[in-house]
């Protein structure tokens, strides 16, 4: 079992940047690819960026390539998205989620988080 918690979303104006973190406990981290997902109201829930257990192999999607970064900090536990020139279509809530192998469909990954608010107004 895998817990992840995420943290670091909020309001900002477009342009602006935001970090979030998502804590894991539970099984040896290091051994899961891990994901961020966004998700809109009446919207399905799509892939932003992902990363292989090792860091070594990341993912990002094409509407965030160039602003968005994924990392890991397997000492902290943490992976991280940095969020560069945040626009107000990057509204949603960011979930991250947990899998053995890096995929990019909901489906793929096995433990989520809550998810965390990210709002960027005009």
């Known amino acids: 079992q895998v817990q992840l918690v995420e943290s670091g979303g909020g309001l900002v104006q477009a342009g602006g940047s935001l970090r979030l973190s998502c804590a894991a406990s539970?099984?040896?981290?290091?051994?899961?690819?891990m994901g961020w997902f966004r998700q809109t109201p009446g919207k399905e829930r799509e892939s932003v960026a992902a990363i292989d257990w090792s860091g070594g192999s990341t993912y990002l999607a094409a509407s965030v390539k160039g602003r968005f970064t994924i990392s890991r900090d397997s000492a902290k536990n943490t992976v991280y998205l940095q969020m560069n020139s945040l626009k107000p279509e990057d509204t949603a809530v960011y979930y991250c989620a947990a899998a053995l192998r890096l995929s990019t469909t909901p489906k793929g990954y096995d433990y989520w988080g809550q998810g965390t608010q990210v709002t960027v107004s005009s």
């Open positions: 539970g099984r040896t981290f290091s051994s899961y690819a």
